[in-house]
């Protein structure tokens, strides 16, 4: 990683067409408050590569202040109660395991076996993350982000839809779920009943 220009820049992924160059580090890639204990974290962040964010910390801390991106209204049919709590302090805040904007993920002629390769480039920031600002609660936002939460919070079994989990000998809880825009209305409520039974212990 090198500072140029006042920009965080990373080329761990060039070979695979990504490119990382904005404001912040790749760990500050939190939108919401920093204090928020509840976290959305998704698989990578949709969007033109050619067109990098342009955003500073303060304002990925109130990106939700206004009208919310269409990707969060899922969360309204989940839990009323989680869906307030979007940018409010002490809230929620969402980050993707990978940081680079791509149309598609993995990107265009990527294959597989490349698209693990970024995901293990970018998952040492999501652990930075996590040790940085230590969420209380991991909402997995589709199935291969359940699997690599899995291996940076490891449960205890498997084959569990949520469990608490050590992260640096602190304890989070996760919740394991399908693709939010995906799941039907009730899926949405049950999802929606485990989540904010979490919230309230």
């Not at 964010?53 to 309204?76: A, M, Q, S």
């Not at 002490?90 to 002629?109: L, M, Q, W, Y």
């Not at 999501?126 to 230590?134: D, M, S, T, W």
Request: charged share 30%.
């Amino acid at each position: 990683m090198v500072i140029t220009k006042m920009n965080f820049e990373c080329s761990k992924c060039k070979n695979y067409g990504l490119k990382y160059s904005r404001k912040y580090i790749p760990s500050d890639f939190l939108e919401g408050k920093r204090d928020s204990p509840i976290w959305i974290i998704g698989l990578n962040p949709k969007g033109n590569l050619e067109k990098n964010d342009e955003r500073d910390v303060t304002e990925l801390e109130n990106c939700f202040e206004g009208d919310i991106h269409p990707y969060f209204h899922d969360f309204k049919k989940v839990s009323k109660k989680l869906y307030n709590l979007f940018g409010k302090e002490r809230g929620v805040a969402h980050t993707d395991i990978v940081k680079c904007f791509s149309n598609e993920f993995p990107p265009k002629n990527c294959k597989r076996k490349e698209a693990q390769i970024i995901i293990s480039n970018c998952k040492g920031y999501l652990e930075e993350q996590i040790n940085k600002y230590f969420p209380k609660i991991i909402i997995c936002n589709g199935s291969p982000v359940c699997k690599i939460i899995k291996r940076v919070i490891k449960p205890q079994i498997d084959y569990i839809t949520s469990y608490v989990g050590n992260f640096d000998e602190k304890e989070i809880a996760v919740i394991l779920s399908g693709f939010i825009g995906r799941l039907d209305d009730y899926a949405k409520l049950r999802l929606g009943k485990e989540i904010e039974s979490y919230i309230e212990r």
